[in-house]
């Protein structure tokens, strides 16, 4: 039986997340844009993003075979591609018979791929180290790689590689990586791929064949919110509401370790949501809770507990038990968030946990 009472959720809204994809696919006409869902979809539930995006995008990615063969299971039909690539040798035969496309990124898939027979007939992409020296063959040997390929996987081959530096305009890094990539998919008359979310937003020239687009998708920003040239719409509004009050006299402490005193007479509203929620532990006091009622934002007070955060709303008229806020959305962006605890709005989206119901609008 599933019994919901807590009314701590994370609503989907489906509408928005079309309408991000079309405005970002629409900045390069000419790219394959692919749907990035690894992670559970950046948090949002990958079986259901899925399944409402399968009829717009060319294929979708992930980063290890487990979590696509989840898609498969979930009736999800299009290509997907393996960032991370094979991880065993038996990775190859599920990628051949469920149209999984493989990253080949190391020696030792290499050997793996070589010594199947039959040959892999599924498509490949070869990774190349342009920078970011986290997975990838050397430049270099890129010749030596795609010599080891039959003339069947040579002829279906995306070359590839990931921007390490694409949130920063000024960055020339970028147009290193890219132009190395170019170079070599010229040389090897290849199909290639290097744009990221903020590839795609920051470095029109870098869209190619393939795009990678991920946390834009979900009306995120890789990039300062000015300079993007769409407007994206958060597709994850976390909710909660406000299950206790109490009122403080002045020199009173809240929550653990008691890092927070009461310097007047003050109300603390406490929230149904914690770090076991993937609420960040880390959100200094100060962080930004909206109010859905009063259409106003209070500041967290005291340390964030595994199932509760406490606010001050002594400012804000009319707050009551059971109303509603937002933790991040429409209404307060993520990133303001994520600056407070000091991370990135990849990691607040891609930690909510199970524990929070995801609820699908549009
Ligand atoms: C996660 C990932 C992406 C998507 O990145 P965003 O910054 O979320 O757009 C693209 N390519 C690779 C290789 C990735 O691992």
Known sequence: MTYISRRTQAVIDLCALKENYHQIANLAKKSQTIAV????????????????????????????I???????????????????????????????QNNFWLMIHNPRQIDWLTNLTPAFTGKLWLK?????????????????????????????????????TADDSSNNNSQQQLQLLQTLAKQHNCQYSIANSAGILN???????FNRLGIAL?????????KLPVTLKPVMTLQSNIIALRELTIGQFVGYGGIWQAKRPTIIATIAIGYADGYPRHAKSGTPVWLVNNQKTA??????????????????EKVNIGDAVELWGNNLAVEVVASHADTINYELLTRVSDRVPRIYQG
């Not at 979900?218 to 000015?226: L, Q, V």
Request: charged letters at 15%; one cysteine or more.
């Open 37 to 64: 869902i690894k992670a559970n979809a950046y948090g949002h539930g990958a079986v259901k993003i899925a399944l409402s995006m399968q009829k717009y995008v060319p294929a979708f990615a992930v980063a290890f």
């Open 218 to 226: 979900y009306g995120a920003s890789p990039i300062e919110k000015n």
């Open 203 to 209: 470095w029109p020239q870098s869209h190619a064949n």
């Open 299 to 316: 500041p967290i007070v005291g340390r964030v507990s595994m199932d509760m955060i406490t606010i001050d709303v002594t400012d804000i």
């Open 128 to 164: 190349i180290d342009s920078g970011m020296n986290r997975l990838g063959f050397m430049p270099q040997e890129t010749t030596a790689i795609i010599n080891r390929l039959s003339v069947s996987q040579q002829s279906n081959l995306v070359l590839c590689s990931h921007f390490s």
């Open 66 to 96: 487990d979590e696509a063969i989840v898609l498969r299971e979930a009736g999800v039909s299009l290509p997907i591609l393996i960032l991370e690539g094979a991880l065993t040798d038996k990775d190859f035969a599920l990628a051949e």
